[in-house]
C-alpha cells in the first residue's frame, strides 16, 4: 500500500519533470485561467464596493421649518423609522446646519457677514433619510406626501422634501446599479465558465498526448489506481504551480492599481487583496488544484475503458 | 494450458470477420508461431488472448479459467500472468530501458529490492545492461525489442505474446530477438509469436498455425513456413 502510493507520487513527480513541454504548456495555459478568475474576483469586489458606495449617496432630505419643535422633529424621526423600507434616519439640527454652512463658507466673507447681520439662524432643522434599496425612495416620499398634505397638514413642520427635484436622477440611478449588477454576474459567470472549459481541455489533450502510454500499462497488468494516480498528482500540481503564478502576476498588478482604485472609487483594492489574502489564495489555488484533479481523473477514466 | 474453443470475431455488425471458428489447444512450455497475410486473423487471435478485445462467439480458456469471464477489475492482475511483446515495441517514452522494466514489476506490486535484483538480470539476459538509462529514443530498433522483452519476461510470466516481434527489424536484430525468445523458451516459458518472416519459421523448427481468412489452415509440429 505504502509502497504503492510512494510510487504513485515519485512517478507523477517525474513524469511531470520529463514531460516538459506538456507540463509548461499546461501550466501556462491554467495560469491564465487562474488569473482570469482572480481578476474576477477582485473586478467584482470593486464593482460591489463602488455600487454600495453609489447607493450610500442617495438619499431624501426632509427640511423643516424654523419654528418646528423638536417634539414635532422627533415624532416625524420615530414614524420614518418605524417604516420598513428606511434604513436610518440622520437628524441634524438647527445648530449642526449653521455650524455646516458656516464651515462650508469659511473663506466666504460676505456670506458670513451676511449671516451675522442677520442676527439670529436662519436655517431649519433636517432629516437625512436612507433607504435600504434606491427603489423605496417612492415609498418614502409618498409617506411624507401624506404628512405634509394629508389631515392636519395646515400645521406641517416640513418646509420641503427634496425628493421630486431629484426623483428622475435616483431613478435613473437605481437602473443602472440593477443593470450592471446583473450584467456584471453573468460575465463573471461566463469568464469563470470559459475559464473552466479551457483548463478541462487543455489537461485532456495533455493526456490525450499519453493515450498510448496508458494503454501500455494496461498491457503490462497496472491497474487503473497505479496509471490514474500519478496523471492526478501532475494534475494536482499544475494547479498549485498555476495559482502560485498567478497570484505572483496578480500582486504587482494590484499594487499598482490600488492607489488608483483609491483616488477613483475611494476604495483601495491592494488593501483589499493584502487583507484577503488569504482567502483570495485559498480559492485561487483552491480552484486550480480542483481543476487540475478532476479534468485529470476524467480524461485518464477516457483511456482506461478496456 | 491455452485452449480456444469454436472462438469467431465479427466486426462492424457482421460486415467483416476476423476469426472463424478457431479452435486450438497450446501445451506449456510450447514455442508455436503463427503465420499469415496481413488480415488473416492473427493479432485477433492474440487480442483475444490478452482480453484486449473479446470474441463475438466461443470461449478462451487459460488453464481453467476463461479468460471472457474475467471481471474488469481483476484484469491487471490476469494480465500480470502474461508477458506481451510488440512490432512496435510499445516502451513508455518518458521511462528510461530500466524504468520500463521496473514499471511492470512496479505495476505488480514486487519489493524494491526484488526490483533491484530481478531489473539487471533481465537487462543481461538481453544483453542491454550497458544501456539500462538511455530512453526509448535513444535507442536503436532491435535495442527497444529487446527492452520490450526484458520488460515482458521479468514478472516471470506464464506465457510470452509477441506479435510480429521482428516486424520492424533488420535481419541481425531479428536474428537476436528470435534467439533470446527461444533461450527464454528454453528456460520453460510457453511463447506464443505471430510473424511473416519465413527465415525466422524456418530457422526455429517449431510448430507453426497457418491461419487464412480467419480459419486455421494448417497446424505443422514441425515448422515450415508455407503460404
Known sequence: MWTGFKRIVR???????????????????????????????????LLEVSLDNIKNKVDINVYFVTEASDDDINSLKTSLESLSEVESVALT???????????????????????????????????????????????????LDEQQTGEGAQNSVIYRVNYLDNKESIEKLTSIIDAVDSSSFIVMIVLVAVSILITFNTLRLAIYTSREEISVMRLVGASNTFI??????????YGLVSGVIAILILYPIVLWLGPKTATFF??????????????????????????????????VSRYLRV | MIYFDKVSKVYNGGQSTALREITFQVAPKEFVSIVGHSGAGKSTLLKMLIAEDAPTDGQVFFESLNIHSIPRGKLPKFRRRIGTVFQDFKLLPHKTAFENISFAMEANGRTDEEIAENVPQALELVDLADKAWNFPHELSGGEKQRVAIARAIVNQPDIIIADEPTGNLDPIATYEVVQILKKINDLGTTVIMTTHNKGVIDELGKRVLTMDEGRIVRDDEDGRYVL
Open chain 1, 11 to 45: 512517478s507523477g513527480f517525474v513524469g511531470f519533470w520529463r514531460n516538459t513541454f506538456v507540463s509548461l504548456a499546461s501550466i501556462f495555459v491554467m495560469t491564465v485561467a487562474l488569473f482570469v478568475i482572480g481578476s474576477t474576483m477582485l473586478l467584482g469586489q
Open chain 1, 93 to 143: 439640527t438647527r445648530e449642526e446646519a449653521l455650524q455646516q454652512f458656516k464651515d462650508r463658507h469659511v473663506e466666504d466673507e460676505p456670506t458670513i457677514q451676511a449671516l451675522e447681520e442677520l442676527g439670529e439662524n436662519p436655517l431649519g432643522a433636517s432629516l437625512a433619510v436612507r433607504a435600504g434599496n434606491t427603489s423605496q425612495y417612492q415609498g418614502i416620499s409618498d409617506f
Open chain 1, 228 to 237: 490514474r494516480g500519478p496523471f492526478m498528482l501532475q494534475g494536482v500540481m
Open chain 1, 266 to 299: 475611494q476604495y483601495n483594492l491592494f488593501d483589499y487583496f493584502v487583507s484577503d489574502f488569504v482567502s483570495m489564495f485559498a480559492v485561487i489555488v483552491g480552484t486550480g488544484i480542483a481543476l487540475g484533479l478532476v479534468s485529470s481523473i476524467m480524461a
